[in-house]
């Protein structure tokens, strides 16, 4: 049974850091993209990040580029993002997916092309 399991939301205030991280079990991780997407109350699912199968990083939201940071650990099954400089506007739930083992999501920011995804994390900055 494929999971994904966030870490790491919380309330900070404007211009604090956060880490989340994202254990994934019950599949081939090494062999996934991996992505963090984000929602806002009202918003449609956005991606945030996006990474390759050997820690290639992919794709950086226009709102976080320079900020935040993706990455991931094959030897612990986890993904990361190291989020830096947080603005309200980044208040929202965090959700980790992964695509299908072995295969290429296109297009890459397109939530329906990644088969799982964990349960949310919230993340809340404060001005």
């Known amino acids: 049974q494929v999971q994904l399991v966030e870490s790491g939301g919380g309330s900070v205030q404007a211009g604090g850091s956060l880490r989340l991280s994202c254990a994934a079990s019950g599949y081939t991780y090494s062999g996934s993209y991996m992505a963090w997407f984000r929602q806002a109350p009202g918003k449609e699912r956005e991606g945030v990040a996006i990474i390759d199968r050997s820690g290639g990083v992919l794709y950086y939201g226009d709102s976080v580029k320079g900020r935040f940071t993706i990455s991931r650990d094959n030897a612990k099954n986890t993904l990361y993002l190291q989020m830096n400089s947080l603005k309200p506007e980044d208040t929202a739930m965090y959700y980790c997916?992964?695509?299908?083992?072995?295969?290429?999501?296109?297009?890459?920011?397109?939530?329906?092309?990644?088969?799982?995804w964990g349960q949310g994390t919230q993340v809340t900055v404060s001005s």
């Open positions: 997916a992964a695509a299908r083992s072995g295969w290429r999501p296109y297009p890459l920011r397109d939530p329906t092309n990644y088969n799982y």
